[in-house]
């Protein structure tokens, strides 16, 4: 299978532990994206990948949470000291201007799912 | 700020009707439309994209409009199954490619 790939599927942690997560896109694809997505809520960006470079961050984004694609190949969204409220899903996506597919169709993976007690 | 809202937030109909999801945006400065179909505690996957110049696209039973405009797109399903029970998000993409998703409209059809 030549999709998204998120792992792990799921976390449970304890409040003040750092956790860390991965993202393998598609291989042909130059854009990565982090969301972040809770119950009843459409997914909210977090971030945004070009290559190896980090285009765009949100607010949403705070100093506890970094992002990075060495290489431009996979991705990892570490989160440090989490809280109650880092409770979500953490979806990537990924997508590329070049190739068969209709321009910019994001792909995404199946998420990650942290729970923080 | 790009605000994008689906109406209605849920819809239970019975199998074979032909539906209308309906997604409006504030800011008609778009780069792209997608919708996308998300089952419970799963991914998302993309179900169409519509270009900022084109008025709709289609695939099997889905067809998806675009009034830029307007500020509006509309998702028909034709001769709706149980299968096709999910819930459907549109993200809107502006120039700066990030994407703004509405809370999506959760489908269930009953056999």
């Known amino acids: 299978d030549t999709g998204v790939s998120q792992d792990p599927r799921h976390k449970i942690t304890k409040r003040g532990q750092n956790v860390t997560f991965r993202c393998d896109p598609i291989?042909?694809?130059?854009?990565l994206y982090w969301y972040r997505q809770t119950l009843g809520q459409g997914p909210e960006f977090l971030t945004y990948?070009?290559?190896?470079?980090?285009?765009?961050k949100s607010r949403l984004l705070s100093d506890r949470f970094s992002a990075e694609r060495p290489k431009g190949s996979f991705s990892t969204l570490e989160i440090q000291r989490t809280e109650q409220g880092d409770s979500a899903m953490y979806l990537c996506a990924s997508s590329s201007r070049s190739g068969g597919s209709p321009t910019d169709t994001q792909y995404f993976g199946p998420g990650t799912r942290l729970t923080v007690l | 700020k790009q605000e994008v809202t689906q109406i209605p937030a849920a819809l239970s109909v019975p199998e074979g009707e032909n539906l209308v999801l309906n997604c409006s945006f504030t800011d008609s400065a778009i780069y792209n439309l997608q919708w996308f179909r998300q089952d419970p505690g799963k991914g998302l996957t993309s179900l169409l994209l519509?270009?900022?110049?084109?008025r709709e696209q289609t695939s099997g039973r889905l067809n998806a409009s675009l009034d830029k405009s307007s500020g509006r797109s509309t998702l028909y399903i034709a001769a709706s199954q149980p299968g096709d029970s999910a819930t459907y998000l549109c993200?809107?993409?502006?120039?700066?490619?990030?994407?703004?998703f509405g809370r999506g409209t959760s489908l269930i059809v009953h056999p």
């Open positions: 519509i270009q900022s110049s084109q």
């Open positions: 993200a809107v993409r502006g120039g700066s490619y990030i994407p703004t």
């Open positions: 990948f070009q290559n190896e470079a980090q285009l765009e």
């Open positions: 291989s042909e694809h130059n854009r």
